[in-house]
């Protein structure tokens, strides 16, 4: 089975520990996670993790089956990026002295469609928010240039497709 993206979701109960179960998880089957975010849901008291892997469809599946036998978790999902809408940020410190000597600099900011979030004597902050090509695609372009720092998010992703999981939290409350 070929190798794809898969972003998996886990709804869960916000406990100590359950991450590093979690991650044990991958640990044990030699899967890198590629990218995580965790946050709270749509759900009051609920949290969501998100994370991204590349793998084939059967270990995603097992995966997916081994999260949720862990107590706290309510529900983990698994979808391929053609079922996600997935966004990511990244922040760019550069020397400030480009700005205004550089024109390409400019040039990369309008191009990237970036935006100047601070300016200092010493140095300027971008944010780029996109997909993980684009972000990449503008590091490359402001590395020759000698980018200070650079800080990405984990991948942040909703489903296309209906989630059933008010659903299911809703069944568990009324039992």
Known sequence: MEKQWFTISVYSENHVGLLNRI??????RHINIESL???????????????????TEDWAIKIVN???KQVEVIKAYYHTDEETIYQESALFKIASALLFDERQIQNIIKEH????????????VLAKTGRRHEIDEMHEALEPYGIMQFVRTGRIAVSKAAMPITNILAEFQNQ
Request: no cysteine.
């Open 23 to 28: 991650s044990g998880i991958f640990l044990k």
């Open 37 to 55: 975010n965790v946050s709270k849901s749509e759900i009051e008291g609920v949290s969501k993790f998100t994370i991204v892997i590349f793998s």
């Open 66 to 68: 081994q999260i949720e």
């Open 113 to 124: 469609h970036s935006q100047i979030v601070t300016v200092s004597r010493e140095f300027f």
